[in-house]
């Protein structure tokens, strides 16, 4: 649990061009997105105050958390996401990468593991919020796993 930050300004689309939209309709929205992924979380529910949003519940898996998390921070307009999940299974923590103008999932893959053919690891372990390895953006938070959990 904790506070996340994130690029406001970066991100998918999800409320549209009016600003001035109200933080019940945005947070109506972030629950519809996070269960269209397909991110399963049990009693899951979201306030947002402006750019920040909590998101509460019970997930079965530290990875399903995490990308919650990822899910709802790299929407435009959210730069804070205040995490109170709580988790069924606990496993080791991923980290969080923010990606950099020039990055490709094979550079962060040597990076993190030494290894750029690990890249496919880091794009399994983005999705649903990645469907292509090729398109990443400056700006996007990813998750890197443990290369201890990589199968």
């Known amino acids: 649990m904790g506070l996340f930050s994130f690029i406001a300004d970066k ?12 933080n019940t309709e945005k947070a109506q929205k972030i629950t519809e997105f996070v269960s269209q992924m397909g991110l399963n979380v049990e009693n899951f529910a979201v306030t947002v105050d402006n750019d920040k949003a909590t998101i509460q519940g019970q997930a079965n898996s ?53 290894d750029p053919m690990k890249y496919p690891q880091i794009f399994d372990a983005n999705k649903p919020m990645l469907a292509d390895p090729d398109k990443i953006y400056p700006g996007q938070t990813l998750r890197i796993p443990d290369e201890n959990t990589l199968a």
């Open 62 to 114: 530290s990875e399903t958390r995490e990308k919650v998390i990822l899910a709802v921070g790299n929407i435009e307009g959210i730069s804070q996401v205040d995490d109170q999940l709580t988790v069924t299974t606990p496993a080791p923590e991923a980290q969080f990468y923010t990606v950099q103008s020039g990055d490709s999932l094979s550079k962060i893959a040597k990076q993190f593991y030494g």
């Open 11 to 22: 991100g998918m689309q999800l409320f549209g061009s009016n600003d001035a939209q109200e």
